[in-house]
């Protein structure tokens, strides 16, 4: 059974900087793509970025929505078996419970998809002066 933990939330002033984790056990992370969605209070969830399935031979795509788009970037370390979403230039509209999501066939529909595989609890940013 896969799992994922998110880790590296906290609270973060405006243009500020924070990196998130999504450190995942019992399926090969190279299998699967990853995306961090996020929700803030009193919204529904918003696909933030994601990063396609590699098959060995080639990089993964990546994938941003528009209002995070120059200032998030997400990566991967297969040997560590960890998502990475490095968050600048933070703003309070990104304040949410972000959580990373696994799927084999997410991509490249990964917004619209309604169920992923697996997901994680969540981590809390907050970005306020």
């Known amino acids: 059974q896969g799992q994922l933990v998110e880790s590296g939330g906290g609270l973060a002033q405006p243009g500020g900087s924070l990196r998130l984790s999504c450190s995942v056990s019992?399926?090969?992370?190279?299998?699967?793509?990853i995306g961090w969605f996020r929700q803030a209070p009193g919204k529904g969830r918003e696909a933030v970025s994601c990063?396609?399935?590699?098959?060995?031979?080639?990089?993964?795509?990546?994938s941003y929505a528009d209002s995070v788009k120059g200032r998030f970037t997400i990566s991967t370390d297969s040997v560590k078996k960890t998502v990475y979403l490095q968050m600048t230039s933070l703003k309070p509209e990104d304040t949410a419970v972000y959580y990373c999501?696994?799927?084999?066939?997410?991509?490249?529909?990964?917004?619209?998809?309604?169920?992923?595989?697996?997901w994680g609890q969540g981590t809390q940013v907050t970005v306020s002066s």
């Open positions: 019992g399926f090969t992370l190279d299998d699967y793509a």
């Open positions: 999501h696994a799927d084999r066939s997410a991509w490249p529909f990964w917004r619209e998809r309604a169920q992923y595989e697996y």
């Open positions: 990063i396609s399935s590699s098959d060995g031979t080639r990089s993964s795509d990546t």
